[in-house]
């Protein structure tokens, strides 16, 4: 959705500055932050007018075993401050990507119809590499409506290697 996108570009920016050097700790935090931020009922408590921000800023830092950092607080009340709680798994998503483009690597989105074991990941991950470019931080999801291979999602790049996909590819051959 480019409307949160455009919303979430500014904050992701700043955090990104911000953080400097620890960049890659302030994304694992901020990840932790947006998985809690989708929560739909977390979303319609927060945006109760009886509701301060400072409970919801409580709430959320109580959810985790250990402490946010200093700046992890700054940014999560700028955030519900601003009421900009539920754009911060898109935020999340903004900063991932300004830290791999500043280190040359790309995320990777794998799915698979069936569970990949780690060597068959392993092994993914370099033919992968290899055909894209660059580096890749691997994401397996499972769809079973592929009903075997795998379909990869890198940026605006898709490699579809599925039975589905072949199975289309023939249809249209057939019927042509």
């Not at 989708?38 to 830092?61: G, H, Y």
């Not at 999560?76 to 690597?105: F, K, S």
């Amino acid at each position: 959705m480019a409307e949160l996108a455009t919303i979430a570009r500014p904050y992701s920016l700043a955090l990104y500055q911000a953080a400097g050097n620890q960049a890659e700790s302030a994304a694992q935090w901020l990840d932790d932050l947006a998985a809690v931020a989708a929560n739909p009922l977390l979303l319609e408590w927060a945006s109760s007018p009886k509701v301060t921000a400072e409970q919801v800023l409580d709430l959320i830092v109580g959810l985790f075993e250990e402490p946010l950092p200093e700046l992890g607080r700054n940014f999560l009340r700028t955030v519900i401050d601003n009421g900009r709680l539920a754009v911060l798994p898109e935020m999340a998503l903004q900063l991932r990507q300004r830290i791999h483009a500043e280190r040359g690597r790309a995320d990777a989105l794998v799915r698979s119809a069936y569970p990949l074991d780690a060597v068959a990941l392993a092994e993914l991950g370099q033919a992968l590499e290899q055909r894209f470019g660059r580096p890749l931080q691997l994401k397996v999801e499972l769809q079973p409506e592929l009903i075997g291979g795998v379909r990869v999602s890198v940026g605006d790049e898709v490699l579809d290697l599925s039975v589905r996909a072949r199975l289309d590819q023939m249809k249209v051959a057939l019927t042509a």
